[in-house]
């Protein structure tokens, strides 16, 4: 029984509820439905998703709330939200007790925190903590160090050459090029392929080798320490479209001290994060990284090679 899972007691079954006018066989599905909702895991991965600026091409609220809903079907995550102070406000009051979370999602790419809450922010993660990166949040922070030792690698934000390597993938293997060119692009968005690189990792464990995203920004050329990284899920970017022509990372997970980092460069909008694919790894990378591991499994609707699916 997993640790989270609440004990059920036996229920004996009664004549009399039969002659009450209950069929057996709508006791019987009474019964099962209610077990399955007892023995579901309690929400028990204390989350807080970070937002509170961002620049004008991202929603951030809506997506703020898209994520806060995806975690809560997944049914494993209790979602509070904490916000900044505006572009351009004073931030030295925001200060969020990130120890008390097992999981932090950021969604914000604006002003730099306040260096004690940077700071904070780094031993939580040092010591163990879990954080979600989703799109335009690798934007941030381009010169805090930190920061992108946690997301490997990030764009835009001033990021050049000098932040840091490409990952690139060269027989098979991923690694770190000292190419010159910019920090963080994306073509025109398209649906495309994600192909699995790491079948093995507790994240992509049962997910298709490939799968059709919906038509999403595709981020190309983002650079950084590009250390301890470990890309789960990488697109190819069409050259034709303002693609880099290269194989580029788009779902990762990274060590950091001994905190856990599940980054993911997709879901620019509300449409974007209604891919079941994006659904389901944002979940799992989620759990990951709070917890190490992945009891979720993969739901019949994931997408195919050749078809998009998505949920309302
Ligand atoms: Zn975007």
Redesign the pocket.
């Known amino acids: 029984m997993p640790k989270n899972a609440r004990m059920i007691k036996p229920i004996s079954f009664s004549a009399a509820w039969v002659n009450k006018g209950l069929s057996f066989r709508s006791m019987v599905t009474l019964l099962a439905m209610l077990l399955s909702t007892l023995s579901l895991p309690a929400a028990s991965i204390k989350t807080l998703i970070v937002e509170g600026q961002s620049n004008a091409?991202?929603q951030m609220s809506a997506v703020t709330v898209g994520i806060k809903k995806i975690l809560a079907d997944a049914g494993l995550f209790a979602v509070e939200i904490a916000a900044t102070p505006a572009k351009g406000q004073d931030l030295s009051g925001f200060k969020p007790n990130f120890s008390a979370y097992d999981l932090v999602v950021i969604n914000y790419d604006g002003d730099p925190w306040p260096v004690e809450t940077r700071s904070a922010f780094a031993n939580y993660m040092r010591n163990g903590g879990g954080l979600v990166v989703v799109?335009?949040a690798d934007n941030a922070f381009g010169d805090w160090q930190e920061f992108n030792e946690m997301i490997g690698v990030g764009g835009w934000g001033g990021r050049t050459e000098k932040s840091g390597p490409y990952l690139r993938l060269r027989e098979g293997k991923w690694v770190p090029l000292d190419l010159p060119g910019r920090g963080g692009s994306?073509g025109q968005a398209r649906p495309y392929v994600v192909t699995t690189r790491e079948p093995n990792h507790p994240i992509m464990k049962g997910l298709p080798a490939e799968w059709l995203h919906v038509s999403d920004?595709l981020y190309d050329r983002l650079r950084g320490p590009a250390r301890n990284v470990s890309v789960l899920a990488s697109a190819m970017t069409d050259p034709k479209t303002g693609g880099s022509g290269e194989e580029e990372p788009v779902l990762m997970a990274i060590a950091y001290g001994q905190g856990r980092v599940f980054h993911s460069t997709m879901g620019?909008?509300i449409s974007q994060m209604q891919c079941v694919g994006f659904i389901v790894t944002l979940q799992r990378g989620a759990e990951w990284a709070a917890t190490g591991k992945v009891t979720q499994k993969v739901p019949a609707d994931f997408p195919t090679a050749t078809a998009t699916k998505t949920r309302p």
Request: charged fraction near 10%; glycine fraction near 12%; aromatic fraction near 0%.
């Open positions: 091409a991202h799109h335009s994306h920004e620019h909008g």
